[in-house]
């Protein structure tokens, strides 16, 4: 045997022809990594624009006059409030208080009672909670002492924006 007819010889086509589709794989990967990239900047954008829950509140001291305890009076657009809360721990069995709802629902236009309720003395549950609906011209909530001493009455509203 001297070596004749045979051969050992290396022959790389196969692999050179792997590391093409490879290659053609990570460049589709990177590609749909870029979609991927923009789909989640779109999702993040939607959800730092989404509505977010906000407060305000304060203390009204009645006077026996109707007052304000809450007025968005001409919103940017659609408003939306969520509930208004007043805390008549204050209130005793010779006070009565009348609670009005009022919506503008043209521009510029008066405010229409859309709800109201007398809280005679003492009340179940010093906590008394008012649902606000949507309103594209303004809102307002207000309180008149109509009979009893004056008192202070804590209120928060939230509301999303």
């Given at each position: 045997?001297?070596?004749?007819g045979v051969h050992n010889v290396y022959d790389d086509?196969?692999?050179?022809?792997?590391?093409?589709?490879?290659?053609?794989l990570i460049d589709g990967l990177i590609?749909?990594?870029?979609?991927l990239q923009a789909a989640v900047d779109a999702i993040a954008t939607l959800v730092e624009a989404e509505a977010?829950?906000?407060?305000?509140?304060?203390?009204?001291?009645?006077?026996?006059t109707e007052q304000n305890v809450y007025i968005n009076n001409a919103p940017a657009g659609v408003y939306e409030p969520r509930r208004?809360?007043?805390?008549?721990?204050?209130?005793?069995?010779?006070e009565t208080v009348r609670i009005l709802v009022y919506y503008r629902i043209a521009p510029l236009g008066p405010w229409v009672i859309d709800d109201r309720e007398t809280i005679v003395g003492v009340p179940v549950n010093a906590g008394i909670s008012i649902d606000l609906?949507?309103?594209r011209y303004g809102v307002r909530v207000t309180m008149e002492k109509t009979a009893g001493t004056n008192r202070a009455y804590d209120?928060?509203?939230?509301?999303e924006v």
């Open positions: 045997m001297t070596g004749e086509t196969a692999l050179l022809a792997i590391l093409v589709i490879i290659d053609a590609i749909d990594v870029a979609v977010i829950l906000e407060e305000t509140g304060g203390e009204l001291t009645t006077d026996g208004l809360i007043i805390d008549f721990a204050n209130q005793t069995v010779t609906k949507p309103t209120w928060q509203v939230f509301y």
